[in-house]
Protein backbone atom coordinates (compact mmCIF):
# COMPACT_ATOMS: atom_id res chain seq x y z
CA UNK A 1 0.00 0.00 0.00
CA UNK A 2 2.92 2.33 0.86
CA UNK A 3 4.55 1.70 -1.92
CA UNK A 4 1.75 2.14 -4.24
CA UNK A 5 0.73 5.31 -2.55
CA UNK A 6 4.39 6.88 -3.21
CA UNK A 7 4.33 5.39 -6.90
CA UNK A 8 0.81 7.11 -7.46
CA UNK A 9 2.36 10.58 -5.38
CA UNK A 10 5.39 10.79 -7.75
CA UNK A 11 3.97 9.94 -10.94
CA UNK A 12 1.02 12.94 -10.30
CA UNK A 13 4.31 15.38 -10.30
CA UNK A 14 5.58 13.49 -13.32
CA UNK A 15 2.51 14.38 -14.93
CA UNK A 16 3.47 18.21 -14.38
CA UNK A 17 6.35 18.56 -16.04
CA UNK A 18 6.32 15.41 -18.89
CA UNK A 19 3.04 15.08 -20.00
CA UNK A 20 3.43 16.46 -23.51
CA UNK A 21 1.74 16.10 -27.15
CA UNK A 22 2.32 17.53 -30.28
CA UNK A 23 4.21 20.18 -29.07
CA UNK A 24 3.91 19.82 -25.46
CA UNK A 25 0.16 20.82 -25.35
CA UNK A 26 -1.60 20.55 -21.90
CA UNK A 27 -4.02 17.95 -22.59
CA UNK A 28 -5.77 18.71 -19.48
CA UNK A 29 -6.58 22.11 -21.39
CA UNK A 30 -7.94 20.50 -24.10
CA UNK A 31 -10.31 17.95 -22.29
CA UNK A 32 -11.82 21.07 -20.36
CA UNK A 33 -13.01 22.38 -23.47
CA UNK A 34 -14.68 18.92 -24.44
CA UNK A 35 -17.89 18.12 -23.35
CA UNK A 36 -20.55 15.20 -22.76
CA UNK A 37 -23.46 15.33 -24.88
CA UNK A 38 -26.52 13.39 -23.65
CA UNK A 39 -29.80 13.02 -25.93
CA UNK A 40 -33.04 11.58 -25.15
CA UNK A 41 -35.70 11.63 -28.21
CA UNK A 42 -38.87 11.02 -27.64
CA UNK A 43 -38.65 7.35 -28.93
CA UNK A 44 -35.33 5.60 -28.39
CA UNK A 45 -32.90 5.05 -25.98
CA UNK A 46 -30.30 8.45 -24.83
CA UNK A 47 -27.72 9.00 -27.27
CA UNK A 48 -24.13 9.73 -26.04
CA UNK A 49 -21.38 12.01 -28.22
CA UNK A 50 -18.99 14.58 -27.23
CA UNK A 51 -19.26 18.26 -28.03
CA UNK A 52 -16.49 21.23 -27.76
CA UNK A 53 -16.64 24.47 -26.63
CA UNK A 54 -15.96 27.28 -29.59
CA UNK A 55 -17.19 30.18 -27.31
CA UNK A 56 -17.25 31.52 -23.28
CA UNK A 57 -19.20 34.71 -22.37
CA UNK A 58 -20.13 35.82 -18.46
CA UNK A 59 -23.08 33.91 -18.79
CA UNK A 60 -22.94 31.34 -21.51
CA UNK A 61 -21.38 28.93 -23.54
CA UNK A 62 -21.54 27.83 -26.67
CA UNK A 63 -20.96 24.11 -27.70
CA UNK A 64 -20.82 22.27 -31.20
CA UNK A 65 -21.90 18.50 -31.80
CA UNK A 66 -22.42 16.57 -34.40
CA UNK A 67 -26.31 17.11 -35.51
CA UNK A 68 -27.48 12.92 -35.63
CA UNK A 69 -26.13 13.19 -31.69
CA UNK A 70 -28.80 15.90 -30.62
CA UNK A 71 -31.48 14.99 -32.86
CA UNK A 72 -34.95 14.55 -31.50
CA UNK A 73 -33.89 16.11 -28.14
CA UNK A 74 -33.97 19.86 -28.09
CA UNK A 75 -32.58 20.32 -25.13
CA UNK A 76 -29.67 17.82 -24.19
CA UNK A 77 -27.94 17.00 -21.30
CA UNK A 78 -24.29 18.57 -21.18
CA UNK A 79 -21.39 17.58 -18.64
CA UNK A 80 -18.09 19.60 -18.33
CA UNK A 81 -14.74 18.06 -17.83
CA UNK A 82 -14.40 20.58 -14.88
CA UNK A 83 -18.02 19.95 -13.38
CA UNK A 84 -18.39 15.99 -13.98
CA UNK A 85 -20.96 13.48 -13.14
CA UNK A 86 -23.25 17.16 -12.70
CA UNK A 87 -24.54 17.40 -16.22
CA UNK A 88 -26.94 20.87 -16.72
CA UNK A 89 -29.19 21.26 -19.64
CA UNK A 90 -28.53 22.70 -22.80
CA UNK A 91 -30.78 24.39 -25.60
CA UNK A 92 -30.48 23.57 -29.06
CA UNK A 93 -29.81 26.69 -31.21
CA UNK A 94 -29.77 25.05 -34.97
CA UNK A 95 -29.58 21.88 -36.37
CA UNK A 96 -27.82 21.02 -39.45
CA UNK A 97 -30.06 17.82 -41.10
CA UNK A 98 -29.80 14.66 -40.49
CA UNK A 99 -26.37 13.52 -42.00
CA UNK A 100 -24.27 11.55 -39.76
CA UNK A 101 -21.05 12.87 -41.02
CA UNK A 102 -21.43 16.17 -42.13
CA UNK A 103 -24.42 17.73 -40.13
CA UNK A 104 -23.76 20.12 -36.93
CA UNK A 105 -25.59 21.45 -34.70
CA UNK A 106 -24.88 24.31 -32.13
CA UNK A 107 -26.14 24.10 -28.73
CA UNK A 108 -25.81 26.58 -25.90
CA UNK A 109 -25.40 26.32 -21.63
CA UNK A 110 -27.02 29.46 -20.43
CA UNK A 111 -26.76 31.16 -16.83
CA UNK A 112 -23.26 31.57 -15.09
CA UNK A 113 -24.71 28.95 -12.18
CA UNK A 114 -24.30 26.31 -14.64
CA UNK A 115 -20.57 27.09 -16.34
CA UNK A 116 -18.30 25.29 -14.67
CA UNK A 117 -14.74 27.15 -13.23
CA UNK A 118 -12.12 26.23 -15.92
CA UNK A 119 -13.94 25.93 -18.90
CA UNK A 120 -11.79 26.60 -22.24
CA UNK A 121 -13.06 27.28 -25.34
CA UNK A 122 -11.06 25.97 -27.86
CA UNK A 123 -8.90 27.33 -30.74
CA UNK A 124 -10.01 26.44 -34.35
CA UNK A 125 -7.32 25.91 -36.87
CA UNK A 126 -9.32 27.36 -39.93
CA UNK A 127 -6.21 27.86 -41.54
CA UNK A 128 -4.79 24.03 -41.11
CA UNK A 129 -4.12 22.15 -44.42
CA UNK A 130 -5.03 18.62 -44.22
CA UNK A 131 -3.88 15.79 -46.99
CA UNK A 132 -2.79 13.32 -45.43
CA UNK A 133 -0.47 12.26 -42.93
CA UNK A 134 -0.57 14.06 -40.01
CA UNK A 135 -0.85 13.19 -36.46
CA UNK A 136 -3.88 13.93 -35.18
CA UNK A 137 -6.07 13.39 -31.17
CA UNK A 138 -9.37 12.33 -30.29
CA UNK A 139 -10.99 13.47 -26.93
CA UNK A 140 -14.48 11.77 -26.50
CA UNK A 141 -16.84 9.00 -25.05
CA UNK A 142 -16.77 5.72 -26.10
CA UNK A 143 -18.01 2.61 -24.56
CA UNK A 144 -15.71 0.42 -21.64
CA UNK A 145 -12.86 3.23 -22.22
CA UNK A 146 -13.96 6.14 -19.67
CA UNK A 147 -14.80 9.55 -20.30
CA UNK A 148 -12.65 11.91 -21.97
CA UNK A 149 -10.67 9.23 -23.77
CA UNK A 150 -7.86 9.68 -25.67
CA UNK A 151 -7.09 8.56 -28.89
CA UNK A 152 -4.29 9.14 -31.04
CA UNK A 153 -4.55 8.73 -34.56
CA UNK A 154 -3.38 10.27 -38.23
CA UNK A 155 -5.22 11.75 -40.94
CA UNK A 156 -5.83 8.88 -43.61
CA UNK A 157 -6.94 11.61 -46.65
CA UNK A 158 -9.30 14.26 -47.58
CA UNK A 159 -11.62 14.88 -50.12
CA UNK A 160 -13.64 18.25 -50.07
CA UNK A 161 -14.06 18.83 -46.77
CA UNK A 162 -14.35 14.73 -45.92
CA UNK A 163 -11.66 14.36 -43.48
CA UNK A 164 -10.69 10.11 -43.53
CA UNK A 165 -9.06 8.96 -40.67
CA UNK A 166 -7.63 6.30 -38.77
CA UNK A 167 -8.22 4.16 -36.00
CA UNK A 168 -12.18 4.03 -36.55
CA UNK A 169 -13.40 4.96 -33.13
CA UNK A 170 -16.53 4.21 -31.78
CA UNK A 171 -20.32 6.42 -31.63
CA UNK A 172 -18.98 8.05 -28.30
CA UNK A 173 -16.93 10.34 -30.07
CA UNK A 174 -19.15 11.56 -32.55
CA UNK A 175 -19.23 15.52 -32.58
CA UNK A 176 -16.01 15.92 -30.79
CA UNK A 177 -13.00 17.51 -31.73
CA UNK A 178 -10.20 16.40 -33.80
CA UNK A 179 -6.72 18.19 -32.56
CA UNK A 180 -3.81 18.80 -34.08
CA UNK A 181 -0.57 20.78 -32.65
CA UNK A 182 -3.53 21.87 -30.07
CA UNK A 183 -6.32 23.45 -32.35
CA UNK A 184 -8.80 22.14 -33.84
CA UNK A 185 -8.83 20.94 -37.26
CA UNK A 186 -12.16 18.87 -37.86
CA UNK A 187 -15.00 17.08 -36.06
CA UNK A 188 -15.85 13.26 -36.01
CA UNK A 189 -18.86 12.22 -37.59
CA UNK A 190 -18.94 8.98 -37.64
CA UNK A 191 -17.15 5.68 -38.51
CA UNK A 192 -17.46 3.21 -41.59
CA UNK A 193 -15.76 0.08 -41.71
CA UNK A 194 -11.93 0.60 -40.54
CA UNK A 195 -11.77 4.44 -41.26
CA UNK A 196 -13.50 7.12 -39.08
CA UNK A 197 -15.08 10.38 -41.26
CA UNK A 198 -15.53 14.26 -40.36
CA UNK A 199 -15.33 17.40 -41.64
CA UNK A 200 -12.67 20.36 -41.70
CA UNK A 201 -13.20 22.73 -38.85
CA UNK A 202 -13.80 25.81 -41.63
CA UNK A 203 -17.09 23.97 -41.31
CA UNK A 204 -17.46 24.80 -38.18
CA UNK A 205 -16.43 28.18 -38.56
CA UNK A 206 -19.31 28.65 -41.31
CA UNK A 207 -21.97 27.41 -39.71
CA UNK A 208 -21.66 29.50 -35.94
CA UNK A 209 -21.28 32.26 -38.32
CA UNK A 210 -24.84 32.04 -39.58
CA UNK A 211 -26.12 32.60 -35.76
CA UNK A 212 -23.71 35.50 -35.11
CA UNK A 213 -21.80 33.73 -32.76
CA UNK A 214 -17.71 33.44 -33.58
CA UNK A 215 -14.93 31.21 -32.01
CA UNK A 216 -13.39 32.43 -29.36
CA UNK A 217 -10.55 31.11 -27.45
CA UNK A 218 -10.68 31.84 -23.83
CA UNK A 219 -10.57 30.37 -20.37
CA UNK A 220 -13.41 31.22 -17.73
CA UNK A 221 -10.65 32.07 -14.63
CA UNK A 222 -10.65 30.00 -11.66
CA UNK A 223 -7.92 31.63 -9.89
CA UNK A 224 -8.92 32.79 -6.85
CA UNK A 225 -8.97 37.33 -5.54
CA UNK A 226 -5.78 37.31 -3.84
CA UNK A 227 -5.68 39.04 -1.04
CA UNK A 228 -2.98 40.60 0.74
CA UNK A 229 -3.17 37.90 3.30
CA UNK A 230 -3.27 35.40 0.54
CA UNK A 231 -0.17 36.90 -1.17
CA UNK A 232 1.87 37.24 2.18
CA UNK A 233 0.60 33.19 3.05
CA UNK A 234 2.57 32.32 -0.34
CA UNK A 235 5.90 32.20 1.02
CA UNK A 236 8.28 29.42 0.15
CA UNK A 237 7.61 28.39 3.75
CA UNK A 238 4.04 27.21 2.96
CA UNK A 239 4.78 25.94 -0.04
CA UNK A 240 7.41 23.64 1.07
CA UNK A 241 5.60 22.81 3.71
CA UNK A 242 2.25 21.15 1.23
CA UNK A 243 5.39 19.47 -0.81
CA UNK A 244 7.09 17.90 2.29
CA UNK A 245 3.63 17.28 4.08
CA UNK A 246 0.55 17.17 2.65
CA UNK A 247 0.76 16.83 -1.06
CA UNK A 248 3.30 13.99 -0.21
CA UNK A 249 5.58 15.08 -3.30
CA UNK A 250 8.57 14.81 -1.56
CA UNK A 251 8.20 10.39 -1.54
CA UNK A 252 9.74 10.67 -4.99
CA UNK A 253 10.42 14.08 -5.89
CA UNK A 254 12.80 14.84 -3.00
CA UNK A 255 12.78 17.22 -0.28
CA UNK A 256 14.88 19.95 -2.54
CA UNK A 257 12.65 18.64 -5.42
CA UNK A 258 15.07 17.29 -7.64
CA UNK A 259 14.06 14.14 -8.62
CA UNK A 260 16.10 12.01 -5.68
CA UNK A 261 13.01 11.48 -3.53
CA UNK A 262 12.54 7.91 -1.00
CA UNK A 263 11.07 6.40 -4.25
CA UNK A 264 12.59 7.36 -7.28
CA UNK A 265 14.75 3.97 -7.30
CA UNK A 266 11.36 2.03 -8.52
CA UNK A 267 10.16 4.04 -10.82
CA UNK A 268 10.50 4.41 -14.74
CA UNK A 269 10.60 6.98 -15.84
CA UNK A 270 12.68 8.33 -12.96
CA UNK A 271 10.70 11.51 -11.04
CA UNK A 272 11.39 14.81 -12.81
CA UNK A 273 13.94 17.31 -11.27
CA UNK A 274 11.59 19.74 -10.46
CA UNK A 275 14.66 21.99 -10.08
CA UNK A 276 15.24 22.37 -13.75
CA UNK A 277 13.40 25.86 -15.06
CA UNK A 278 12.88 23.25 -18.56
CA UNK A 279 10.15 21.78 -15.89
CA UNK A 280 8.09 25.21 -16.28
CA UNK A 281 8.89 25.47 -20.00
CA UNK A 282 5.07 23.79 -21.19
CA UNK A 283 2.84 25.15 -18.74
CA UNK A 284 1.20 28.18 -16.97
CA UNK A 285 0.01 28.20 -13.35
CA UNK A 286 -3.26 28.06 -14.84
CA UNK A 287 -2.64 24.63 -16.65
CA UNK A 288 -0.65 23.69 -13.80
CA UNK A 289 -3.58 24.09 -11.19
CA UNK A 290 -6.04 22.30 -13.62
CA UNK A 291 -3.91 19.66 -13.99
CA UNK A 292 -3.62 18.76 -10.51
CA UNK A 293 -6.95 19.64 -9.24
CA UNK A 294 -8.17 17.61 -12.01
CA UNK A 295 -5.89 14.91 -13.48
CA UNK A 296 -5.19 13.62 -16.45
CA UNK A 297 -7.66 10.19 -17.21
CA UNK A 298 -5.58 7.78 -18.90
CA UNK A 299 -2.24 8.78 -17.22
CA UNK A 300 -0.78 8.55 -14.00
CA UNK A 301 -1.81 11.83 -13.04
CA UNK A 302 -4.73 11.85 -10.89
CA UNK A 303 -7.02 14.50 -9.18
CA UNK A 304 -5.04 15.59 -6.11
CA UNK A 305 -8.23 15.75 -3.99
CA UNK A 306 -6.46 16.22 -0.82
CA UNK A 307 -5.24 19.58 -1.18
CA UNK A 308 -7.81 22.39 -1.13
CA UNK A 309 -7.95 25.00 -4.10
CA UNK A 310 -6.01 27.38 -2.12
CA UNK A 311 -3.21 24.42 -1.61
CA UNK A 312 -2.85 23.92 -4.93
CA UNK A 313 -2.21 27.33 -5.46
CA UNK A 314 0.58 27.70 -2.88
CA UNK A 315 2.09 24.55 -4.17
CA UNK A 316 2.28 25.93 -7.86
CA UNK A 317 3.45 29.18 -6.50
CA UNK A 318 6.32 27.01 -4.54
CA UNK A 319 6.98 24.78 -7.61
CA UNK A 320 7.65 27.86 -9.66
CA UNK A 321 10.23 29.09 -7.28
CA UNK A 322 12.21 25.63 -7.31
CA UNK A 323 12.83 25.92 -10.65
CA UNK A 324 14.22 29.89 -10.51
Known amino acids: ?132 GEDILVIGFPRNAGPWAIVKGNISSRQGRDIYFSPSIESGHSGGPIFQGGKVVGVVGSGIQSVGRGVTVGSVEDYIEGFGITAQESMVSTTPAVSAKQDNLATPA ?52 NVMKYGIPGTGMVAMSQLSDEEL ?6 LKQLAE
Open 1 to 132: MIARALVTACLMLIGLAHVELAGAEDIARLQAGVVKVTAKPPSGTANVGTGFIVRVDKDAAYIVTAAHVVAGDTHPKVEFFTKRNLPVTAEVLGLEGDDEVRGLALLVVRGSENLSKGLTSLSLAGAARLTG
Open 238 to 289: VGRALFQGKGVCFECHGKTGKGDGQAASILNPRPTDLTNRRSLKYRTDKERF
Open 313 to 318: WLLVAY
